[in-house]
Each structure stands twice: as C-alpha cells, then as structure tokens.
C-alpha cells in the first residue's frame, strides 16, 4: 500500500504561482509513478502531469505545458504553478502507481493506484 499526502493548495489572482507538494509513504520502489489530476466543479477529473520515478520523464496535459513544472525530490513530488488562470480552479488530485513497466505519455495519464485527498486551488480573476 502506498500513502499520498498533498498539500499546498489555496486562494491566488490571476496571474500569480503556487507550488502543491505530495509525499509518498509505503511500498514505493524506482519504477514508481506520480501524477497531478484536477477536478473543477461540474467537470470531469482531468490528467495535468505526472513523472517517472525510473526516467525522470516528465508529461503535461496542454492546457498546462509551460506554465506548469512537476519535479520529485525523494519520495516528494512537487507541482510549480505559474501564470495561474480562472480556469485552473479545481481540486488538485496526487495520485500514484507501481510498478510502470510502458513508457509515454498513453503510459501516464491515466490508470493510477492510489490517491490524495485533494487540495483546493482557487484563481481569482
């Protein structure tokens, strides 16, 4: 079993960054796969990033690409939010799974194990 904790959610203006965080705990191991999913109100749960433990291989849906940059330090997984817009207000998902033998974007965006609680992100326009 694994454990995500994230954390790091609040109010913003348009225009401003934020950085969520997500440790694991549990049975991590190097071929292990953290994502960010976020979910606005009245919408489906969206994929937003993820990275490889083993490659360091990063994803991004498009809404997001560069504007927002996910990075891993141990068993921590952090997502830098620049350039914050309206339509980025969701609740922000930390989700995990492992052991990732695929590769590629297909490989990551979906399919996830085990879940944070959520942390909310709100942009004020």
């Known amino acids: 079993q694994v454990q995500l904790v994230e954390w790091g959610g609040g109010l913003v203006k348009a225009g401003d960054s934020l950085r969520l965080s997500c440790a694991a705990s549990?049975?991590?191991?190097?071929?292990?796969?953290m994502g960010w999913f976020r979910q606005a109100p009245g919408k489906e749960r969206e994929f937003v990033s993820a990275?490889?433990?083993?490659?360091?291989d990063t994803y991004y849906a498009d809404s997001v690409k560069d504007r927002f940059t996910i990075s891993r330090d141990k068993s921590t997984v952090y997502l830098q939010m620049n350039s914050l817009k309206p339509e980025d207000t969701a609740v922000y998902y930390c989700?995990?799974?492992?052991?990732?033998?695929?590769?590629?974007?297909?490989?990551?965006?979906?399919?996830?194990?085990?879940w944070g609680q959520g942390t909310h992100v709100t942009v004020d326009s």
């Open positions: 990275i490889s433990w083993s490659t360091s």
């Open positions: 989700a995990g799974k492992g052991p990732v033998y695929c590769s590629g974007y297909g490989c990551y965006d979906s399919s996830y194990d085990y």
């Open positions: 549990g049975r991590t191991d190097s071929r292990f796969a």
